[in-house]
């Protein structure tokens, strides 16, 4: 699905006006006035997005990129996303305090398989360019060193993440010193007008330019750096290494109840970087928690999967029922008895202790029924076509053979 558009862009008709509208909802746009000069160039423009493909999946919180990106396309203007092959065997060490761990190449890869695919949940494919920047990065050591001569070490020390690592004695190795060089060298062989990034990333775009500079491309790109979402904590960025992210392919009803999970402070920034409005005054935080779990859903699963996700979970929030289709599982009849800790590993696939601390703590029931604390064995007539849940969200019926 696509991400949602205010559909505008008809009225949009001068290069201030296309500049005032893309740079809306942004923290910086810089240089001051350059987008609005190179909307007025009469040509599309190449708006670069580098990705280091370190993990397989797409959170919320990367689409508020991506759908500045499809802003971009919807003004006629071509997406160029960067698979960062090489630059993620160096690591990003923007916001981290430690060195990033060595992906395997052949992870690198499927990563990438993924999130591209992930990212047409947003994007236009036909105004999509995907370049993977070992295209250029596996370059011989001749080149490295001229690169590397563009900046000093004083320079990338100032970035904040490298200040604190060097404050506090952590080791900072010279390829974390090479990446905002590599990633700024990206931006020379695509020849980029605009690059987008979040706000952690600003340090790297704007060292691109300088980059673009040292090898004579007369104007440079403008820099576009966009808010980060919170996570479902409404504390801190949302992180997959957090586990507070909701996840672009995440099942209907499970997008649809992380949705509700935010805090109510959360509420205005989700409803602008997600859904690009402001919740109505006479909106309650629930009425407005839904508006957003159903319009997510709807743009990731289609609108028919929305009310399907709501009336799963007020079935099991509201109404305290179990889902209609859960899963069956079959167990052997053996002796009759069935071994709690045992099903609830093979079931939910976590390790026997910590199925017996989920019994512990009330945590599992039996038809709608807490299991006794010390209870560790049942009668198979006591489980046969019985549902078992785990938690709030996790269910089983199982089906004595």
């Not at 090898?215 to 966009?226: A, D, E, H, N, S």
């Not at 801190?236 to 996840?247: C, P």
């Not at 029931?365 to 198979?380: E, I």
Request: proline share 6%.
């Amino acid at each position: 699905m696509a991400a949602p558009q205010q559909r505008v862009t008809s009225r949009l008709d001068s290069p201030a006006a296309q500049a005032a509208w893309l740079a809306r909802n942004a923290v910086d746009c810089l240089p001051e006035g350059e987008l609005e000069h190179k909307l007025s160039l009469g040509r599309p423009l190449v708006v670069k997005l580098g990705i280091d493909p370190t993990a397989p999946d797409i959170h919320l919180g990367f689409t508020v990129v991506l759908q500045k990106l499809r802003e971009f396309q919807e003004l006629g203007h071509t997406v160029v996303l960067i698979i960062g092959d090489y630059t993620a065997r160096v690591g990003d060490p923007s916001g981290r305090d430690t060195t990033r761990p060595v992906l395997e190449p052949a992870e690198i890869e499927a990563n990438a398989r993924t999130f591209q695919q992930q990212a047409l949940t947003v994007l236009d494919p036909a105004r999509l360019e995907v370049r993977h920047n070992g295209e250029w990065l596996d370059m011989a050591a001749a080149e490295l060193f001229e690169l590397a001569r563009h900046a000093t070490v004083a320079q990338l020390l100032e970035r904040d993440d490298f200040a604190k690592r060097y404050r506090e004695g952590k080791p900072i190795s010279v390829l974390e010193l090479l990446y905002p060089l590599l990633q700024g060298y990206d931006s020379v062989a695509i020849r980029a007008d605009v690059e987008l990034g979040g706000t952690d990333q600003r340090f790297n775009l704007l060292l691109a330019r300088d980059i673009q500079r040292a090898y004579g491309l007369k104007r440079q790109q403008v820099i576009l750096t966009m808010p980060l979402l919170t996570g479902t904590d409404g504390e801190r960025k949302m992180s997959k290494s957090l586990d507070n992210y909701i996840g672009v392919t995440d099942p209907p009803a499970e997008m649809y109840g992380k949705t509700l999970s935010i805090p109510d402070g959360s509420l205005p920034l989700w409803h602008e970087l997600l859904l690009g409005d402001e919740i109505p005054p006479e909106a309650s935080p629930r009425d407005a928690k839904r508006a957003l779990a159903r319009a997510l859903v709807a743009r990731f699963h289609g609108p028919g999967a929305a009310p399907a996700a709501e009336e799963a979970f007020d079935r099991q929030f509201i109404r305290h029922q179990a889902p209609e289709d859960v899963e069956v599982m079959e167990w052997p009849r053996g002796d009759g008895s069935i071994h709690l800790p045992a099903l609830l590993s093979q079931a939910f696939d976590i390790s026997t202790s910590e199925a017996r601390r989920a019994l512990s703590q009330g945590g599992v029931k039996v038809d709608g029924t807490p299991v006794s604390d010390g209870v560790l064995d049942l009668t198979t007539a006591d489980l046969d076509g019985q549902i078992v849940q785990l938690g709030k969200r996790r269910f089983v019926r199982v089906q004595v053979v």
